[in-house]
């Protein structure tokens, strides 16, 4: 049995997997989650007077996606959502997915 530890309850950034098309939905969907941190750590970074935290906000800055980014993100998120419960579905192994294919295809 899996033990809760203090860290259990973070979310952390997911990275995108080339070979895993449904890598890009997960981490879309986690770094919308994780938005309203990024946004209160881009608007506390500025307070700081350590010249690694100006450093690490800059950087921030520079990287921080924009409102008119946001949105087609969660669109193409809404998007995704079926092909991943499909591949979830497909992948299960607790399923006979030879007579799901075609309709599941339809389905999409």
Same mark, same amino acid.
């Given at each position: 049995?899996?033990? +809760?530890?203090?860290?259990?309850?973070?979310?952390?950034?997911?990275?995108?997997? !080339?070979?895993?098309? +449904? &890598? @890009?939905?997960?981490?879309? +969907?986690?770094?919308?989650?994780?938005?309203?941190?990024? =946004?209160?750590?881009?608007?506390?970074?500025?307070?700081?007077? =350590?010249?690694? !935290?100006?450093?690490?906000?800059?950087?921030?800055? @520079?990287?921080?996606?924009?409102?008119?980014?946001?949105?087609?993100?969660?669109?193409?998120?809404?998007?995704?959502?079926?092909?991943?419960?499909?591949?979830?579905? !497909?992948?299960? *192994?607790?399923?006979? @997915?030879? &007579?799901? *294919?075609?309709? @599941?295809?339809?389905?999409?």
């Amino acid at each position: 049995m899996k033990t +809760n530890t203090r860290l259990d309850w973070f979310l952390r950034a997911q990275l995108d997997v !080339v070979t895993r098309w +449904n &890598s @890009t939905y997960h981490a879309w +969907n986690r770094m919308v989650a994780l938005k309203p941190y990024i =946004e209160m750590l881009q608007s506390s970074l500025p307070l700081e007077d =350590e010249r690694d !935290v100006i450093a690490n906000y800059k950087r921030l800055k @520079t990287i921080m996606i924009t409102e008119a980014e946001w949105t087609p993100i969660v669109d193409l998120i809404a998007i995704l959502k079926p092909f991943d419960d499909v591949t979830k579905y !497909v992948s299960s *192994g607790m399923h006979p @997915t030879m &007579s799901i *294919g075609y309709p @599941t295809i339809v389905a999409l």
